[in-house]
């Protein structure tokens, strides 16, 4: 069970559609585990946990279900203010270059261009993704992308000596 620190919780993220469906149990892998304890955490703390509404359709063609109703979970709308945020600070070349250096298709980068733009409309302190692609759009609205490794609590580093290899008495 990994150990999130909850002083380090966002008031307020949006989740990505990897780090959601591992939430939820529907794929497991290596990440789950941190994934699952980071969206307990934030439900536990009552921290809000944004979805955008296209993370909702590429979940829903997995695995379909629905997500938890709490007050903490908010579904939120790709709308008219979303999209001139994609329009206007995210522009289609971006979109191509990062499917081309991250080899995803440029269906991919639209769906992840409309879940970086919610999180700038809809307010969020951070999205919370297991990509790499994220944390190129985002830099063009000045959001954050973390990681979940990202909130568990930080090993305290022990000093260390070395044994000296001189020999001798």
């Keep these: 069970m990994a150990d999130i620190d909850p002083d380090l919780l966002p008031e307020k993220c949006l989740l990505d559609t990897g780090v959601l469906i591992r939430a939820l149990g529907q794929r497991q892998d290596a990440e789950s585990e941190v994934c699952r304890d980071f969206f307990d955490a934030m439900l536990l703390a009552k921290k809000i946990i944004l979805v955008a509404a296209p993370t909702v359709a590429e979940m829903l063609r997995g ?9 903490s979970i908010i579904v939120v709308a790709f709308d008219r ?3 001139e945020l994609l329009g206007t600070e995210i522009p289609v070349a971006v979109l191509k270059e990062t499917a081309k250096t991250t080899g995803l298709p440029h269906t991919y ?3 992840d261009g409309m879940i970086v733009a919610c999180a700038k409309r809809w307010q969020a302190d951070c999205i919370v993704a297991l990509d790499s ?3 190129k759009l985002a830099s063009h609205i000045s959001m954050t992308v973390n990681h979940p490794r990202d909130f ?4 305290t580093v022990l000093p260390f000596k070395r044994k ?3 020999s001798g008495p």
Excluded: G, I, Y
């Excluded at 568990?152 to 090993?155: A, D, I």
């Design 152 to 155: 568990l609590v930080q090993q």
């Design 133 to 135: 692609d994220h944390t």
């Design 164 to 166: 000296s290899s001189q």
């Design 109 to 111: 980068m639209k769906f």
């Design 63 to 71: 695995n379909p279900q629905k997500l938890p109703r709490t007050r």
């Design 81 to 83: 203010e979303a999209a």
